[in-house]
């Protein structure tokens, strides 16, 4: 089975080394970041086409990471669904539902098949082979896609129709930037009171304050350790389309909207870069003075 990659981030390359080191053929990547692309492609033995018609011409399936909903149509309106009769697609990026839905189509009419895969996990469990896959789509596209997805991920669960998976993506993520914006002000509380934050994040840890976010981010807002597994600005990006469900079914969800103004503040500040671990810069005291007397200067 000959694959092709459409978007060679921290994620898409990682995940394009774990299917080369499982015996796939990695036969061409595309990425806007030419230096990139070419980078990967010497070193997993395939080729970086500049034409989106290269990366199909060349593959059987064609996975896609890309960053959002205007990457997901340029990328499919520019010619990755010339002659894919016969393909498959497998959409990895965080968009939203319709995007997928839309795609679907798309490649139907083409004579291709799609299945989203949405991703609820980092750059070190794409290289591992221990992703979280939510996938959406025709069953028949899913069960095609399944020998790819099994190296890439430790769960694979089909969840429903095309856009299913974008939903339950969005509510993970929704979810998942709450809990990490309330542990940032908790500790940040605890340092202002002048607590010991280690011995605070052990007593997370045994009561109601647990959360997998105080697992994975804690001990980095604890130590200013920001470095990008999932960005600030996904992070806005992902509250936005989960926000914007909750708009079109006439719900209000005030913490999501609370969240999402801190890691659009986080952007607006030029630190949409960092992990979102680095919403703790914008709420420990000391850490706020410091940037507000950085810029004053």
Request: glycine share 8%; proline share 2%.
């Amino acid at each position: 089975m000959k694959i092709g990659f459409v978007g060679v981030g921290r994620m898409g390359s990682n995940m394009a080394r774990r299917l080369k080191d499982c015996g796939f053929e990695i036969t061409a990547v595309h990425d806007l970041n030419r230096a990139a692309a070419e980078s990967l492609a010497n070193e997993l033995g395939a080729v970086a086409p500049e034409e989106l018609r290269l990366v199909t011409k060349l593959s059987d399936v064609i996975i896609t990471v890309v960053s959002d909903d205007k990457a997901m149509k340029a990328v499919f309106n520019g010619g990755l669904l010339s002659r894919s009769k016969g393909r498959l697609f497998i959409n990895c990026a965080t968009v939203t539902p319709d995007i997928h839905v839309w795609v679907e189509a798309k490649a139907s009419k083409a004579g291709a098949q799609s299945l989203e895969a949405c991703m609820a996990s980092s750059i070190t469990q794409a290289r591992e082979g221990t992703l979280y896959l939510m996938c959406g789509g025709n069953q028949d596209a899913f069960e095609r896609a399944r020998p790819v997805l099994e190296k890439l991920g430790s769960t694979v669960r089909y969840v429903g129709p095309a856009g299913t998976a974008a939903r339950v993506k969005a509510l993970v993520n929704m979810v998942m930037n709450i809990n990490t914006a309330a542990l940032a002000e908790g500790l940040a509380l605890a340092s202002s009171l002048g607590l010991d934050l280690t011995m605070v994040r052990e007593v997370f840890s045994q009561t109601g304050a647990n959360s997998r976010v105080l697992q994975t981010d804690g001990e980095d807002m604890q130590n200013r350790e920001h470095s990008c597994f999932f960005s600030a600005a996904h992070a806005a990006k992902d509250s936005g389309i989960a926000l914007k469900l909750a708009r079109e079914h006439g719900l209000n969800l005030p913490l999501a909207a609370a969240t999402k103004k801190q890691y659009d503040r986080m952007v607006t500040e030029g630190l949409g870069e960092l992990d979102k671990s680095g919403i703790a810069e914008l709420t420990f005291k000391d850490r706020a003075e410091e940037r507000a007397k950085a810029k004053s200067q």
